[in-house]
């Protein structure tokens, strides 16, 4: 079964617009990291933002939010004010064991989802 | 502060050759872990090293190695090349492990003929 799930292959929104990248996970862990990249055709792999599952409020960085929703096993990325400069693809990742130690550390990615952000 | 460093940035091998990639984390970063990314396979773990130590394999064959050294410099070995060895393999460094905070580095671009 995949870990993490990213049902949306691709997405548009306009300048300025908000959108949401899903992320759906799946894990018997109760401690466990979700992370979301960026990543522009460059290659390089951009760190956007974290969220901790005993974390009681959602993780925010500028114009990224995580709306993570525990119960449902879910955490969207919401970028708010769209740029061009956002089209890229997206990746959200899970670590497994992040707070026990007990971790391997590896972080699981699912398959992406390319952003495109039209004029 | 310099960001991770990968070199080199692009290779072209034939099948049969062995490779050696580089990564230089970020100054003070002592968790060094490798990622393989393919279109079909995605984003696959390789490995993670602290302390000059592997702490963690991917589901690799025994074709893929690496190391660390002192100074947290890390390099991957890739022997007996094979045309599915051909991917982007991205290094990413953090201070220590299970850091919330992983960086990337701009990736190897590996080509097998």
């Known amino acids: 079964a995949q870990k993490i799930t990213q049902t949306q292959p691709g997405m548009f929104v306009q300048e300025k617009e908000a959108v949401t990248l899903d992320c759906t996970y799946d894990?018997?862990?109760?401690?466990?990291?979700l992370f979301w990249y960026k990543q522009p055709s460059s290659g390089e792999m951009i760190f956007l933002i974290y969220?901790?599952?005993?974390?009681?409020q959602n993780a925010t960085e500028g114009r990224y939010s995580l709306n993570f929703q525990k119960a449902r096993k879910s955490a969207n990325l919401v970028i708010s004010a769209s740029q061009l400069g956002d089209s890229a693809m997206y990746f959200c990742?899970?670590?497994?064991?992040?707070?026990?130690?007990?971790?391997?550390?590896?972080?699981?990615f699912g398959k992406g989802t390319k952003l495109s952000v039209i004029p | 502060k310099a960001g991770v460093t990968q070199t080199p940035r692009y290779l072209i091998k034939t099948r049969g050759q062995q490779v050696t990639l580089s990564c230089s984390p970020i100054?003070?970063?002592?968790?060094v872990s490798w990622y393989q990314q393919t279109p079909g396979q995605g984003l696959q773990f390789l490995f993670e090293?602290?302390?000059?130590?592997?702490?963690n394999k991917g589901n690799f064959p025994g074709r893929f190695s690496g190391r660390q050294f002192s100074n947290s410099r890390s390099e991957m070995n890739v022997s007996t090349l094979e045309l599915g060895d051909s991917a982007l393999y991205l290094c990413?460094?953090?201070?220590?492990?299970?850091?919330?905070?992983?960086?990337f580095g701009p990736g190897t671009r590996l080509l097998v003929l």
């Open positions: 990413a460094s953090s201070l220590v492990r299970g850091s919330k905070t992983q960086y």
């Open positions: 894990t018997s862990d109760q401690s466990y990291g």
């Open positions: 969220q901790g599952s005993y974390d009681e």
């Open positions: 990742a899970m670590r497994e064991g992040a707070y026990s130690g007990a971790g391997s550390y590896q972080l699981t």
């Open positions: 100054s003070g970063h002592r968790s």
């Open positions: 090293y602290f302390s000059e130590t592997q702490r």
